[in-house]
């Protein structure tokens, strides 16, 4: 787990985001309200179960929602840029250049028809406006930058020629090509073994502090935010709940679904003596969200008012806080599992 003291400043400000696909069964309201900042040079993981809205919050910084989207509220700046208000032309610049991504499943991000040198290749021209031998000593940097050995003879292959986790440091070297502000890694390391996802988030954090750059690494997997964020921002039914440093909320989490997270898998800091539960229940409909706190109904704690109210984010300090009825000064006192601290 890391400390925020290597990081500084606010690169990224999302404020209020509302995101809603208009489907054949009506609206669905994926992203409701959603407020976050990323700092320069730190990795901010984007937690929450399948379904939360953490993918669609987060392409949308981008531009990259499905057709069917629609971004109903809010602002989202990076630097000076406005990013919502940007024409496609201008967001395609912003895509190649200050933010890149890079995909759960790298042989859907790489064109299996393609060596690996002209795939290379063609983001350094079209991006970078790289041409000739340039563009050749740029692949081979660039393959050196994610450790991938013999980076000559990888260019004259193609992609089912090299392994998953190979291929994966090929899609970073594309999305590190423009030396972007911002890496947004979805699930990047889900469809891979487990003893080569710890290589590619140490390949990622290697390349966070040598570049500089900032990450959001969004991800439903509790193990790979422990070793790679510093920040956290913990989403359900569309709604930031929780966020903190990664030690507040692995050591000191405040609310029942960051609990309901933290008890129902095995973690490397967690006490093999404790009972793993699953959290009982599913998801909310994003068809029909439930009023109130979007955890009420699976929260084992529910009481009137989060039927009936959201509630307000109490901040516990300049980088903790949580949106819990629980945390209300008239709320009765709930004991957290036996792990954890407890609501103060
Ligand atoms: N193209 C679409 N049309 C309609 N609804 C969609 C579409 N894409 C996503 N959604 C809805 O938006 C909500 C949020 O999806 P999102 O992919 O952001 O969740 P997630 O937390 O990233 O989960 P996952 O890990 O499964 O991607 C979901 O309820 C989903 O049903």
Not at 5 to 32: C, H, K, M
Not at 90 to 119: C, H, Y
Not at 156 to 178: D, F, N
């Amino acid at each position: 787990m890391k400390g925020t003291e290597d990081t500084e400043g606010t690169l990224l400000r999302v404020r209020d985001l509302g995101i809603t696909f208009d489907s054949y069964a009506g609206e669905v309201q994926a992203v409701r309200g959603v407020s976050f900042d990323l700092r320069r040079g730190e990795t901010l993981a984007v937690v929450g179960e399948s379904g939360s809205g953490k993918s669609v919050a987060v392409k949308s910084l981008m531009g990259l929602l499905p057709r069917n989207a629609r971004i109903t509220s809010g602002t989202a700046t990076l630097g000076d840029t406005d990013l919502f208000a940007l024409a496609e032309k201008e967001m395609r610049r912003i895509r190649g250049n200050r933010i890149a991504m890079v995909f759960q499943d790298p042989m859907t991000s790489l064109d299996p028809t393609m060596k690996i040198g002209e795939q290379i290749g063609e983001s350094l021209r079209t991006n970078l406006g790289l041409r000739g031998a340039a563009v050749r000593q740029r692949a081979v940097e660039l393959l050196r930058q994610v450790h991938i050995p013999h980076p000559e003879a990888r260019l004259k292959q193609y992609p089912h020629q090299l392994s998953g986790g190979m291929r994966q440091r090929v899609v970073i070297a594309i999305a590190l090509a423009a030396e972007p502000e911002v890496l947004i890694a979805d699930e990047p390391t889900t469809a891979l073994d487990v003893t080569i996802q710890a290589q590619v988030l140490d390949l990622l954090e290697d390349l966070r502090r040598s570049l500089g750059m900032s990450i959001i690494l969004i991800t439903h997997d509790l193990g790979v935010v422990a070793r790679g964020a510093h920040r956290v921002v913990v989403m359900y039914g569309g709604k930031i709940v929780e966020t903190g440093t990664a030690r507040d909320i692995f050591h000191d989490p405040r609310m029942p679904y960051t609990w309901g997270l933290l008890t129902s898998i095995p973690l490397p800091a967690t006490d093999s003596s404790l009972e793993l539960t699953p959290i009982s229940g599913s998801p909310p409909d994003p068809l029909h969200p439930p009023a109130g706190c979007p955890y009420h109904p699976r929260c084992p704690h529910a009481m009137k008012v989060c039927l009936e109210e959201m509630p307000e984010h109490t901040r516990f300090g300049a980088e903790h806080g949580a949106a819990c009825w629980l945390l209300h000064p008239l709320a009765p006192r709930v004991e957290p599992p036996p792990q954890f601290g407890g609501l103060r």
